[in-house]
C-alpha cells in the first residue's frame, strides 16, 4: 500500500502561483510514476502532469509553459509548481501513484483561482 499526502492548495489570484506537494510513504519501492490530476465541478477528472522514474514527462497543453512537476526520490515528494495560474484552473488536484498495476489516489486539495 501506499499512501500520498497532498498540501499546498489555496486560494490564489489570476496571474498568481502556488506549488502542490506530494508525499508518498508506505510500500513505495517500485512506484513507476507520479502525477497529478485535477477534477473541475462538472467535469471529469483529467490529467494534468505525470512524471515516469526514468524522467519522461506528460503534461496537459493547456498548462504547458506555466505549470512544471518535478520529484525528489529521495523524500519521495512529487511537486507540481503552478504558475501564471488562470480561473480555469480551479479545481481538485489529486496526487497519483503508479505502482505496478495499481495507481493510489491522495485526498485531493482544493485551488481556487479567484480576484
Known amino acids: 500500500q501506499v499512501q500520498l499526502v497532498e498540501s499546498g492548495g489555496g486560494l490564489v489570484q489570476p496571474g498568481g502561483s502556488l506549488r502542490l506537494s506530494c508525499a508518498a510513504s508506505?510500500?513505495?519501492?517500485?512506484?513507476?510514476?507520479m502525477g497529478w490530476y485535477r477534477q473541475a465541478p462538472g467535469k471529469q477528472r483529467e490529467l494534468v502532469a505525470i512524471?515516469?522514474?526514468?524522467?519522461?514527462?506528460t503534461i496537459l497543453d493547456s498548462v504547458k509553459g506555466r505549470f512544471t512537476i518535478s520529484r525528489d526520490n529521495v523524500k519521495n515528494t512529487v511537486y507540481l509548481q503552478m504558475n501564471s495560474l488562470k480561473p480555469d484552473d480551479t479545481a481538485v488536484y489529486y496526487c497519483?501513484?503508479?505502482?505496478?498495476?495499481?495507481?493510489?489516489w491522495g485526498q485531493g486539495t482544493q485551488v481556487i483561482v479567484s480576484s
Open positions: 512524471l515516469t522514474s526514468s524522467g519522461l514527462k
Open positions: 497519483t501513484a503508479v505502482q505496478r498495476s495499481v495507481t493510489y
Open positions: 508506505g510500500s513505495i519501492f517500485s512506484i513507476y510514476a
